[in-house]
């Protein structure tokens, strides 16, 4: 019994371990996919309202066209460049999201740019640049939410950085992006000893998202959650 007790709280501690590692992994899995796939389409609809409202069509196309070697660096994770430019024709996100903050692209710029800032370990940085990012999709929007709650809790504030795993999986409603954001919340919870809250988000999973990635091995956190309540 003793070294069962060891080595529950040996997987625990390997879980919490590799809580900022699995964020990672699902933004370089999901979410650059996911950004990169659905731009020609945002930049499409930008411009089209743009052009239907007048003034934003010719800053739209120069947003456009400067975020597109960006996208080239992001897509090599060549992060320091797609955030800050290499000094000859490409500015950066960081400087697109300023000058076109109000078009279509320089929105995703936003978005990208506080992405790069995360995976260069800027947390403070890349809060500020994804909390000015809006959109309304499930896929993106609520991934950069969740993003949010990564780089709180890389900053030790875990349970804010649970409201925006949650806040994340209630927006999406899909089981793309929902039961990861739920799986992150659970772990993050017994990091914190919410053993009920933790159990709460992994039965989420299972009811819910039972036919995600996520919910394959998820009776073993709600195993484990479960006997570390009764320890």
Request: hydrophobic letters at 40%.
């Amino acid at each position: 019994m003793a070294t069962k007790d060891k080595d529950t709280k040996k997987d625990k501690e390997l879980e919490v371990e590799a809580f900022v590692s699995r964020s990672e992994q699902f933004i370089e899995l999901h979410l650059k996919q996911i950004i990169t796939g659905i731009v020609i389409i945002l930049v499409i609809v930008g411009g089209t309202f743009a052009f239907k409202y007048g003034y934003l069509v010719p800053r739209e196309k120069k947003a456009a066209a400067a975020i597109f070697k960006g996208e080239i660096y992001f897509a090599k994770d060549s992060f320091n460049l797609a955030l800050n430019g290499n000094g000859a024709d490409y500015e950066g996100f960081a400087k697109i999201a300023d000058v076109y903050g109000h078009t279509t692209a320089g929105n995703l710029a936003k978005a990208y740019a506080g992405i790069c800032y995360f995976k260069l370990g800027h947390n403070e940085k890349a809060l500020k640049m994804l909390k000015s990012f809006s959109g309304k999709d499930n896929m993106i929007s609520p991934a950069i939410v969740g993003l949010i709650g990564d780089c709180y809790v890389n900053m030790g504030k875990t349970q804010e950085g649970i409201s925006y795993f949650e806040k994340a999986a209630s927006e999406a409603s899909n089981e793309v992006v929902s039961p990861v954001y739920l799986k992150k919340a659970g772990i993050a919870y017994e990091s914190l000893k919410k053993y009920d809250n933790a159990i709460k988000a992994y039965t989420s999973i299972k009811e819910k998202y039972f036919n995600s990635i996520e919910a394959a091995d998820i009776d073993k956190y709600i195993t484990r959650a479960t006997f570390l309540k009764g320890k």
